[in-house]
């Protein structure tokens, strides 16, 4: 058998969407160019932000006597998993208490939707023996990346109406029929807070109605909690969905609740890559405290680590240890988490005042009631390109804009092209 390397066949990939979009903004040599991107916070000047509770937390680690840059276990720095836990589950957490949690550290959420995939793909699969992995259900729209990890661990990736264009509102009707046509026992990935692209949350009527829909009908909520903090600037109330869902659903569920959670936004170490899974068992999987399962679990998600990354990174694990461990930092922490997400509202009205005043043709009121780092704006495609090749006002195709890299300098300006770009094709 010979086999032949067709290297003159590989094809070249277009850029992600995101990252190409971040690598033409900064090879734009326009001094007023304006990057509402990638979703990475700034300050009012435009600048990335290290917070405070951040800065503290570094000095005390490297201040300390133990500091070092040491292999972490595989299943990463235990202080931070199961502080971690208690940040989006709560500090009287059912699901702790009762010893029904599994936690382990990811690469942000990227490497925690990863380990998901695998798992999901190897023991989750069809009851007739065909080893079938589930169907994931992703909204429609989603962040680009979950389409591709999911894809690339050899998943089927179908969508569920998110985004009515029309209403610029949740198309609630549409995604509960798709929970009730998905095959049972489905996947259905969730944003728990801050919906990227969107910005569009379910109220808490609509989220229950959801929640309720997906046990009636027998699938499995995979949240992803990439924004926490960065809708209302509390952590427990966006951490509302989850917390129902766990603690107050989870007895009707015959299936794991798995969350998959980032902290590069939160505490703005994007580069730094904290995250961590939780896999929540069904409240009457194991005659309790048996930690045979938990266990088997841990064991199981800790090769899929080995095998890919060896060990999860140390420092910036040590740091969120830090700041969720020490209670002044804490606090910090959460002061932090209101400045950012009170900025970020604040430029949302601005922007919206501005389009008023410059009479821009459209109804642009859900800027202001969309939740978190983004607007899906509403601009087509074409009006994103002018944006971008006219003015130098960057942002995703699908017209989602990080309103965090808007400030009061900038403001008017991206006010005045969208109006330009929108009066252009009116
Ligand atoms: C985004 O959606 O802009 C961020 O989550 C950055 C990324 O990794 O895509």
Not at 146 to 167: D, R, S
Not at 320 to 348: A, C, G, H, Y
Request: glycine content about 6%.
């Amino acid at each position: 058998m010979s086999r032949s390397f067709k290297l003159q066949n590989i094809p070249q990939l277009p850029p992600d969407p995101l990252f190409g979009l971040k690598a033409r903004f900064t090879a734009d040599n326009r001094s007023d160019k304006v990057d509402l991107g990638i979703g990475a916070y700034r300050d009012n000047n435009g600048k990335p932000w290290i917070l405070p509770s951040v800065k503290l937390a570094e000095n005390l680690i490297q201040n300390s006597n133990d500091y070092n840059h040491e292999y972490l276990p595989i299943s990463g720095y235990e202080s931070f998993t199961k502080s971690a836990a208690k940040v989006i589950l709560g500090d009287n957490s059912r699901a702790i208490n009762e010893n029904r949690l599994i936690s382990i550290q990811s690469l942000s959420g990227t490497g925690a939707l990863h380990i998901v995939a695998k798992f999901l793909k190897d023991f989750y699969l069809l009851n007739d023996g065909t080893g079938e992995p589930p169907i994931i259900y992703l909204s429609k729209p989603t962040w680009a990346n979950h389409i591709q990890i999911f894809e690339y661990m050899g998943l089927k990736v179908e969508f569920y109406p998110y985004w009515n264009n029309e209403t610029k509102s949740l198309d609630l009707n549409g995604f509960l029929k798709s929970i009730e046509l998905a095959p049972s026992g489905s996947v259905f990935l969730l944003h728990s807070t801050a919906h990227n692209p969107t910005g569009l949350d379910p109220k808490q009527d609509e989220w229950l109605k959801i929640l309720n829909h997906l046990q009636k009908y027998n699938h499995l909520p995979l949240f992803d909690s990439a924004y926490q903090g960065f809708s209302s600037g509390s952590l427990s109330k966006d951490a509302w969905a989850v917390r129902t869902a766990v603690d107050d659903l989870q007895n009707l569920y015959t299936f794991p609740i798995i969350i998959c959670q980032s902290f590069a936004k939160n505490v703005g170490m994007y580069g730094e890559r904290v995250g961590a899974v939780h896999i929540i068992l069904p409240r009457d999987t194991l005659p309790l405290p048996d930690l045979k399962l938990n266990n088997a679990i841990l064991s199981q998600l800790s090769k899929i680590i080995r095998s890919e990354l060896s060990n999860p990174p140390a420092y910036g694990a040590k740091i969120v240890s830090k700041i969720l461990n020490t209670p002044q930092l804490f606090k910090q922490w959460e002061d932090d988490l209101i400045t950012m997400s009170s900025r970020i509202m604040k430029m949302r009205k601005l922007l919206v005042d501005e389009l008023i005043l410059l009479k821009t043709p459209g109804d642009w009121s859900h800027i202001i009631e969309q939740q978190g780092m983004f607007s899906f704006t509403g601009l087509n495609v074409n009006q994103v390109k002018r944006l971008e090749l006219q003015h130098g006002v960057y942002l995703v195709g699908s017209g989602r804009a990080s309103i965090a890299g808007l400030n009061e300098s900038n403001i008017k300006k991206v006010a005045k092209c969208i109006d330009e770009v929108v009066r252009f094709e009116y």
